[in-house]
């Protein structure tokens, strides 16, 4: 059983910073990207940011510049760096892993910028 835990969210002033972490356990084989989503209130879930087992990256649009994502070498945590914080960051952040056996998410964590 996969197990995704993600860590480190809570409540920032705008223009703060926060580092997400998920670790991972359980039988994962053969990963082909480790990556972070959100979903706001009302809103669709959506990417953030997503690393490739090239290590190739994808950072949405939105928080471009202001957001790192990065890994482990065991590909068993993934971390989101994100600076800069504006108020409509503020949705549930979800860990998710794309594997050869099946996508996989963590439980979420809130993420709350006050203006």
């Known amino acids: 059983q996969v197990q995704l835990v993600e860590s480190g969210g809570g409540l920032v002033q705008a223009g703060g910073s926060l580092r997400l972490s998920c670790a991972a356990s359980g039988s994962i084989f053969s990963i082909n990207a480790m990556g972070w989503y959100r979903q706001a209130p009302g809103k669709q879930r959506e990417l953030v940011a997503r690393?490739?087992?090239?290590?190739?990256?994808v950072t949405a649009d939105s928080v471009n510049g202001r957001c790192t994502i990065s890994r482990d070498n065991a590909w068993t945590t993934v971390y989101l760096q994100m600076n800069s914080l504006k108020p409509e960051d503020t949705a549930v952040y979800y860990c998710?892993?794309?594997?050869?056996?099946?996508?996989?998410w963590g439980q979420g964590t809130q993420v709350t910028v006050s203006s």
């Open positions: 690393v490739t087992r090239n290590g190739d990256t």
């Open positions: 998710n892993i794309d594997s050869i056996r099946g996508v996989y």
